[in-house]
């Protein structure tokens, strides 16, 4: 919902009609203020790159010489065309409600946000003169979680071999996506590592057989209790988090 409504501003603020001349708009007799560039400026259909400037695109320049570090994070929200919100909608929709679903709203939004952010920053570094926008990275870093999630928790996967299809269909998507103007491959590849590192962090499930103790029944052999979690659960989650903090 964030994003679609961040798109439908965005052509808000662009008002082609008005800035570019309502003859070379695309489908101004349906859209009007709301319709898209010319094509052979925007083949995405959606605003001016100069919109999405305005906006908070993420630009090199801006960011590291101007001190603007908000678009770090705005970026996030803002998308090239409807072309690229639908491609991306939907590869979230069919990853995110998922995950969601299982680790709660709080989790799954602070490892989208924070996987976004990383994104944006390996974009940063590696931007010439061109913009960036897109929750490619952010979507990546879902993709990343789900894959350290799968190892951190392989012993209670029943159909492991489901899970492996899932994220090879949704990465080869978004690489396709990542060819496209306006959008940095290089988002993928941080937010990608970032949700990676989250996953080990935030996605840890307890081992299968874990009972609370405080659902034992008196006079049970505590020593026969499993604990909560595997060695090798602490041994990532103390590494994805040092890697996260000093890479």
């Avoid at 603020?13 to 319709?35: H, I, M, Q, W």
């Avoid at 678009?71 to 690229?84: E, F, K, P, Q």
């Avoid at 994104?119 to 897109?134: D, M, N, R, Y």
């Avoid at 951190?152 to 496209?180: E, P, R």
Wanted: charged share 15%.
């Amino acid at each position: 919902m964030a994003n679609v409504a961040t798109f439908v501003y965005s052509m808000y603020v662009n008002n082609c009609p008005e800035k570019t001349g309502a003859d070379r708009c695309v489908f101004n007799s349906y859209l009007g203020r709301f319709s898209f560039q010319p094509l052979s400026e925007n083949p995405l259909f959606g605003p001016s790159p100069t919109t999405l400037e305005k906006l908070g695109a993420l630009e090199k320049k801006l960011v590291v010489q101007e001190g603007e570090e908000w678009r770090l994070v705005s970026c996030i929200w803002l998308h090239a065309g409807a072309i690229h919100l639908i491609a991306n909608m939907l590869s979230l929709l069919f990853i995110g409600v998922k995950l969601e679903q299982e680790f709660g709203f709080l989790r799954i939004g602070l490892l989208y946000v924070i996987s976004g952010f990383g994104g944006s920053l390996l974009s940063a570094l590696h931007l010439q003169k061109s913009i960036s926008v897109g929750a490619s990275g952010a979507l990546f870093g879902l993709l990343g979680a789900m894959l350290s999630e799968l190892f951190m928790n392989w012993t209670i996967y029943a159909n492991k071999c489901a899970a492996l299809m899932t994220l090879m269909f949704v990465v080869v998507l978004n690489l396709a996506v990542g060819f496209l103007p306006h959008v940095d491959s290089s988002a993928h590849i941080g937010g990608f590592l970032s949700g990676f590192l989250l996953g080990f962090i935030l996605l840890v499930r307890p081992q299968y057989g874990y009972v609370s103790r405080k659902y034992i029944p008196p006079g049970y052999d505590g020593k026969r209790v499993k604990s909560k979690h595997k060695w090798y659960q602490y041994l990532l989650w103390v590494a994805a988090l040092v890697a996260l903090i000093f890479g």
